[in-house]
């Protein structure tokens, strides 16, 4: 039997946050423990992106705490916010690879910029980080000359060039056909279990939310608030809000999530 997760790494403090006067969401409140695959979800427009780049530091929250491993990521600065962001890498929509580059320098290009090893180790760790994700003998190939699936798991490779212990993927199943995007959820299974990297993914892809998460929340855009925690299994048919229950069964419903 799995050990429950009860360490926290993540915690969210009475979030605001907004665009202009537009509020977004109201005082949010959550955890992610240690070693979790943590899913935040909710319809279109209800902030799940914005979420996540006001966690790893691009947008500024208009109040509340971002602490990662106790440390508040809203009012870090300098070598404080440094030692942050080198516990988190961030696999973003696109994938966000360097064109004019192949994989292996793709992957290096972190340990170039944050770290002091020679190339030769440079080049060892890049090929690691891409045979994790199973993409060894695909080192010299250029973005452009591998499926979107590919570059989705170059991506993660590059995030993980330098060991975080959190890694942020935002909507990594889109553009991908099942097959490709249910691979890409065994991968994830394949690195939170073996290597006990905690994941934060926003996606609304509900076969990737019923195999990948282990908690969920739910952000609502009319409340501004989270509406759902727990296990998307047992919300599917058990949580309180009907339109939680509404979203899981794919039902559609009058009120907008």
Sequence with gaps: M???????????????AGYGESMTFDKISF??????????????????????????GLYQPWSGEILIGGQDMVKAEGKERLEILNRI????????????????ENIMLPLEEFTQLPEIARRSVAALKLMLVGLQGFEQHMPSE??????????????????????????PSAGLDPITS??????ILKLSR???????????????????????IMLDKKTKKIIAEGDPKFLKDHCENENVRKFFNRQVSKDEL
Aim: net charge negative; charged share 25%; aromatic share 6%.
């Design 2 to 16: 799995e050990q429950v997760k009860t360490e926290k790494i993540i915690e969210v403090k009475d979030l605001t």
């Design 31 to 56: 955890d992610v423990k240690k070693g979790e695959v943590f899913v935040i979800l909710g319809g279109s427009g209800c902030g799940k992106s914005t979420l996540l780049k006001q966690m790893i």
């Design 89 to 104: 890498g961030v696999m973003y929509q696109s994938g966000a690879l360097f064109g004019s580059m192949n994989l292996l």
């Design 146 to 171: 591998i499926s979107g699936g590919m570059q989705k798991r170059a991506a993660i490779a590059r995030a993980m060039a330098l060991d975080p212990k959190i890694l942020f993927l935002d909507e």
């Design 182 to 187: 249910a691979e890409l959820d065994q991968l």
């Design 194 to 216: 073996g290597l006990g990297i905690t994941f934060v993914v926003v996606t609304h892809e509900l076969e990737s939310i019923f195999t990948i998460a282990d908690r969920v």
